[in-house]
Nanobody, 120 residues
Framework: QVHLVESGGGLMQAGDSLRLSCVAS?????VGWFRQAPDKEREFVAG????????FYADSVKGRFTISRDTAKNTIFLQMDSLKPEDTAIYSC????????????????WGQGIQVTVSS
């Protein structure tokens, strides 16, 4: 089991940048970032393999968000640029042994999430 803790959220304005961090206690394998807006289902945002290669993005964030990881520090980052009000959500990271893409049922360990709010 991997314990994941997110940090870096906050209240931003449209067009701002923000970097989220996900620190894993223990070795996280493939990692995905997800988000859940009020009254909406949780959706996939971005994922990265255990070696930090092959980043994969949802269409809604492609070109604006960048996922990366520091394997030595067991930390996965989500750099969010050109933020929009529709990016407002609780962002969570999750670990999977089999995927880094958008099948959330295949992710086993989840962080508690962190709020990101973007005002217009």
């Amino acid at each position: 089991q991997v314990h994941l803790v997110e940090s870096g959220g906050g209240l931003m304005q449209a067009g701002d940048s923000l970097r989220l961090s996900c620190v894993a206690s223990g070795r996280a394998y493939h990692v995905g970032w997800f988000r859940q807006a009020p009254d909406k289902e949780r959706e996939f945002v971005a994922g990265i393999t255990s070696t930090g290669s092959q980043p994969f993005y949802a269409d809604s964030v492609k070109g604006r968000f960048t996922i990366s990881r520091d394997t030595a520090k067991n930390t996965i980052f989500l750099q969010m640029d050109s933020l929009k009000p529709e990016d407002t959500a609780i962002y969570s990271c999750a670990d999977s042994k089999v995927t880094w893409k958008n099948n959330r049922q295949l992710y086993g360990d989840w962080g508690q999430g962190i709020q990101v709010t973007v005002s217009s």
